[in-house]
């Protein structure tokens, strides 16, 4: 079940940058990907770029994002990767772009 794009706003708006970046990549990833998802493979090279310091493989299963963003309700797990687990109208979703530029 996706949960409200109110709450997904909310919870993008609260995403912590302050360690590692990932949940914000992931998500903001998804949310430039056509149909809010993407596959598993082109997530993981976002995050290695965002964070090279990691193997590529890492991001994969050992990765905490995805536990997080799929506990959080924001992402789904789909058969080739994740999507965003919210219905947006164009206007959110350019609300939800805008958000992410401004997470540091």
Do not use: R
């Amino acid at each position: 079940m996706s949960i409200s794009s109110k709450q997904f706003l909310e919870k993008l708006a609260k995403v912590k940058t302050n360690q590692a970046s990932y949940q914000k990549d992931a998500l903001c990833h998804a949310l430039n990907s056509k149909g809010l998802e993407n596959t598993l493979e082109s997530f993981m090279e976002v995050l290695h770029k965002a964070t090279p310091s990691n193997p590529l493989s890492f991001y994969k299963v050992q990765c905490p994002v995805w536990k997080i963003l799929t506990g959080k309700s924001m992402m789904v797990k789909t058969k080739t990767g994740y999507k965003i687990n919210a219905k947006l109208t164009p206007g959110q979703l350019k609300e939800a772009k805008k958000i992410c530029e401004g997470l540091a």
